[in-house]
């Protein structure tokens, strides 16, 4: 998932429930990256992608 997409959905989400049509516009090209909505949106997508990262090599010691 792109940054894009992610923006994108979190305006779908938020344009349900919220009638503000240039509020939306802003969470869409990234003008509200630091509002609530994408901190919290972005903190669970930086969790996520972390969780696919291949898991760090384990060296024995023999």
């Known amino acids: 998932m792109t940054l894009n997409e992610?923006?994108?959905?979190?305006?779908?989400?938020?344009?349900?429930?919220?009638g503000n049509v240039e509020f939306i516009r802003q969470i869409r090209n990234g003008e509200q990256d630091d509002g609530p909505f994408m901190v919290g949106a972005l903190a669970v997508w930086a969790k996520f992608m972390e969780g696919l990262q291949p898991a760090p090599e384990v060296s024995a010691d023999d």
């Not at 959905?9 to 344009?15: L, N």
């Open 6 to 18: 992610l923006r994108n959905i979190v305006a779908d989400r938020v344009e349900m429930t919220h």
